[in-house]
């Protein structure tokens, strides 16, 4: 009778694991999408995300090293390892997890992303692969009894609220191979992002996912998006342009409903000029954009009246040729992303500098 229940109890739970196997995913998980920052990897789906308005994370822009106190342990009796070098970071945190389609190496991962910054107007602060990253190379964020790995550092398993076996919690947790790490800064967006890529060695109910390459991107934004004065320098400003032909500035203000530039843009408008003075053969349209309070006519009308008032201030105060400066405003026609939200509401609020 003894051995009768525990045969029963013994498929009960393997029928409950095999119902829960990983499987290679065709859709993203429920409520995910991407970042308006940064594209994804074409062909490649999101199985787990997470994120918060407003939270600390620890990017780390330099190797793992071993702690100094050779007794101290994380949580899972790991030895601890921590990097040399962090940016503690305050803000609103997405993050999110992609399978990459079959035979995507984790190089090709990276230096695509990569791309995705440095076109953004971003910078690398740190890359490393494999054993460079310091720490145990081989593990995601799940673990016990070894050294910590750099997935553990970025993400801890206790964070992981997906569901055992499923293809978000198996892309975390299982064995890897071939990780690679990028940091990177997007101070136009005043945002910072880190990109961990692996490649799993997954088995039992992962077994779908073996063999596949992982993207983790997590995403730290400025909080709510107020803190717009970064300043942004005619180099900066050069190099996006030159990469992507237009950049988006937050440094140029307005009151509401109003279009009349405000003191604090001047730092902003100063680098502009230097923009202009650094290369005689550039013309930009300067473009007004909105978000959608208000009817779309009557905002297209207040964006061209911005724009009016940056051109007329940078040739005015800042001696530009206004032959090489051509004012639009388009109104709230072309988002960043959706104004759904007032973070979003104030991305889309900009004035851009377009090159023609």
Known sequence: MLRAIL???TLCLFSAGAWADATVPTKDQDGARDHPLLKRYEGSFIVAHDGKAFDEFVL???PLTPGTDPKRRDQHNNHWFAPEKTLELEGRTTRLVYILPEGRSTLEVVRNYQ???EAAGGKVLFMCKREECGGDPGRSSSGGGGEMSLAMVLYPEERITDA???NGHCAMTEGIKDQRYLAAEL???????SVLAYTL?????CKALDGRTVAIVDFVEAKGREQKMVKVDAAQMARTIAATGRIALYGILFDVDKATVKPESTAALTEIAALLKSDPTLKLLVVGHTDTAGAFDYNRQLSQRRADAVVAALVRDHQADKARLLPVGVSFAAPVTSNASEEGRAQNRRVELVQY
């Open 7 to 9: 045969t029963i109890l």
């Open 60 to 62: 780390p822009v330099a």
């Open 115 to 117: 791309d995705e910054v």
């Open 164 to 166: 055992a076996f499923s």
């Open 187 to 193: 101070p136009q967006q005043q945002a910072h992002v």
């Open 201 to 205: 060695k997954a088995g039992n109910y």
